[in-house]
């Protein structure tokens, strides 16, 4: 059993913020020797730094071999806390940054393409007026789960993605904090010229042998129409393309030879720019929400927060789109 800490004479006085630097870099690392030539100091400086934090936690941070060293339980605890204080202060950073001049600053957001296209872009170029100087950093991301780990890691403020389960049945449900910005279901598209526009109504079991474009196997749009076919006693449409690539289904619907599946607020988008129109064909109704995930009990700085408040007054207005479309 470890003996209790006593807080302000093993800790508050002796710990130095350098020192949680050095463990965090060791366990990136993985190894005394390259943490130190990474930190620019001798391998026994590092060696004697993580020592005195064992003797004042009283706990083992890693387990030492000559391949290196790997974290233990109280390490890997230890490291999360780390990276939340190294996180805070970062955050404390930019809150003065924007606080001392409120059209600067740094966002960093994850998101997939589709969303992208049909949301982050109208939010940011809105944003990008009202704060000039700001840099929005956004990183690609695929989403078949909401397993987040640049959000967890912090290098993300927020992501915004399609969730393909409901948004309390995740697995990361007590560490993220998930908002549904809207639903947006899927509705089965072709070019103006494909044949099948003609029909005023549609049976799932007519497009079997229709070339579909779906996305990869294993992705959400792909399970569902998968599904759809599999709930009908069907055997599973003819797939000639798998791909995420929102635009270049587009391009191929344009042809007039192929039907794909796409997001309601994807299709308007496109509709816009290429001669697509949505086939009376009913899939399986499911909720498909848009989702803004943030890490729970993470302080989100002012600029971060802004940028929340526009991306659902966005989001409204592609979810009133959305209904004017299907009515």
Not at 19 to 32: H, I, S
Request: with cysteine; aromatic share 6%; proline share 7%.
């Amino acid at each position: 059993m470890l003996r209790k800490i006593d807080w302000d004479s093993q800790i508050g006085r002796r710990f130095r913020l350098r020192d949680l630097y050095v463990f965090a870099t060791v366990a990136q690392r993985g190894n005394m020797a390259k943490a130190a030539a990474e930190l620019g100091v001798s391998q026994p400086t590092v060696s004697e730094t993580v020592a005195d934090l064992e003797h004042a936690l009283g706990a083992r941070l890693f387990d030492r071999s000559r391949q290196g060293v790997a974290l233990t339980v109280y390490g890997e605890a230890f490291l999360r806390r780390t990276r939340a204080a190294f996180d805070e202060l970062r955050q404390g950073i930019r809150d003065i940054e924007f606080l001392s001049d409120a059209t600067a600053g740094e966002l960093r957001l994850g998101c997939p393409e589709s969303v992208a296209s049909a949301l982050i872009s109208p939010v940011v170029q809105q944003f990008a007026r009202q704060h000039p100087r700001v840099s929005i950093s956004i990183f690609h991301l695929t989403t078949p789960n909401l397993d987040l780990p640049l959000l967890h890691d912090r290098t993300l403020d927020l992501a915004i993605v399609r969730s393909p389960v409901p948004l309390a049945v995740h697995s990361q449900g007590e560490q993220l904090q998930a908002e549904c910005l809207f639903d947006d279901p899927l509705i089965v598209a072709a070019g103006t010229r494909n044949r099948w526009t003609r029909h005023r109504r549609i049976d799932l079991a007519d497009l079997i042998d229709e070339p579909w474009i779906l996305t990869p196997p294993g992705a959400a749009i792909y399970n569902h129409v998968i599904e759809a076919f599999r709930a009908r006693g069907l055997p599973p449409p003819s797939v000639i393309m798998g791909t995420q690539l929102a635009g270049l289904r587009g391009d191929m619907l344009a042809s007039g030879r192929y039907i794909a599946p796409l997001p309601r607020s994807i299709f308007n988008l496109y509709a816009k720019q290429f001669p697509l129109k949505a086939l009376a064909v009913d899939l399986p109704v499911r909720p498909w929400p848009v989702a803004l995930v943030t890490l729970k009990n993470r302080t989100l700085s002012p600029l971060v927060e802004r940028f929340i408040e526009s991306t659902r007054r966005i989001a409204k207005s592609v979810a009133r789109d959305g209904k004017r479309a299907r009515s």
